[in-house]
């Protein structure tokens, strides 16, 4: 099951990156919020993202060591609050989000768009940044270890880094800055994912079951 999340994660981020470009581009720019088809596209493969990313980070609280799993079970439970925000805010802006009046509902632009500052943006940055990027941190020691467990180690950690520093993006009003973040879960999370499933793949069935 880790195997096949750590790859479902991956091909769905695979599909993520080029519409997230593809959107920016035809915007005019990185300053600029994402506009249909492609944010309608980006934010239903966030929604598919969301059950693999539970069911791996309980995969790799099972695998992580016995003096270790505190460490893995708090990621577990930071990653859970992180997938239960943003599903609720993808929910919303697919589906009450498009159907009402911009122009006639009081605070839409400060409640239910990706243009900063805006409270369905905030709740965002707080699920991939905050939890994701604390999740991440703490994941990374179920994997000791040299070898392929120490490059998995390295990168959830480097993720996990990265990802926080979005976090400085939002509370500087600074969306450039912010952006790097999205480096952290849709670039570097999906190549470690890679090595990780190597390293569910060559861990014994005992092993993996203690």
Same mark, same amino acid.
């Given at each position: 099951?880790? %195997? +096949?999340?750590?790859?479902?994660?991956? &091909? &769905?981020?695979?599909?993520?990156?080029?519409? /997230?470009?593809?959107?920016?581009? +035809?915007?005019?720019?990185? !300053?600029?919020?994402?506009? !249909?088809?492609?944010?309608?596209?980006?934010?239903?493969?966030?929604?598919? /993202?969301?059950?693999?990313?539970?069911?791996?980070?309980a995969c790799v609280?099972?695998?992580?060591?016995?003096?270790?799993?505190?460490?893995?079970?708090?990621?577990?439970?930071?990653?859970?609050?992180?997938?239960?925000?943003?599903?609720?805010?993808?929910?919303?802006?697919?589906?009450?989000?498009?159907?009402l009046d911009a122009?006639?509902?009081?605070?839409?632009?400060? &409640?239910?768009?990706?243009?900063?500052?805006?409270?369905?943006?905030?709740? *965002?940055?707080?699920?991939? !940044?905050?939890?994701?990027?604390?999740?991440?941190?703490? $994941?990374?020691?179920?994997?000791?270890?040299?070898? &392929? %467990?120490?490059?998995? %180690?390295?990168?959830?950690?480097?993720?996990?880094a990265v990802c926080?520093?979005?976090?400085?993006? $939002?509370?500087?009003?600074?969306?450039?800055?912010? *952006?790097?973040?999205?480096?952290?879960?849709?670039?570097?999370?999906?190549?470690?994912?890679?090595? /990780?499933?190597?390293?569910? $793949?060559?861990?014994?069935?005992?092993? +993996?079951?203690?």
């Amino acid at each position: 099951m880790g %195997r +096949a999340a750590c790859w479902v994660i991956f &091909l &769905l981020s695979v599909a993520y990156v080029p519409a /997230m470009l593809a959107g920016f581009l +035809a915007n005019g720019g990185l !300053d600029k919020p994402v506009a !249909d088809p492609y944010l309608a596209v980006m934010e239903l493969l966030i929604l598919l /993202m969301a059950i693999p990313l539970v069911v791996l980070f309980a995969c790799v609280h099972r695998y992580a060591p016995a003096n270790r799993k505190t460490l893995t079970l708090s990621a577990f439970a930071l990653v859970t609050v992180a997938v239960g925000i943003t599903v609720c805010v993808h929910v919303v802006l697919l589906t009450a989000g498009r159907q009402l009046d911009a122009a006639t509902s009081p605070g839409y632009n400060l &409640l239910l768009t990706w243009k900063w500052p805006s409270v369905a943006f905030a709740l *965002d940055i707080a699920s991939w !940044d905050f939890f994701l990027g604390f999740g991440l941190l703490l $994941a990374a020691w179920a994997f000791t270890g040299p070898g &392929l %467990r120490r490059l998995v %180690r390295c990168g959830l950690q480097v993720s996990g880094a990265v990802c926080l520093f979005g976090l400085l993006g $939002a509370a500087t009003g600074n969306m450039g800055l912010r *952006d790097i973040g999205i480096a952290g879960y849709a670039v570097i999370l999906p190549v470690v994912l890679l090595v /990780m499933a190597r390293v569910f $793949a060559a861990t014994p069935v005992a092993e +993996a079951s203690r």
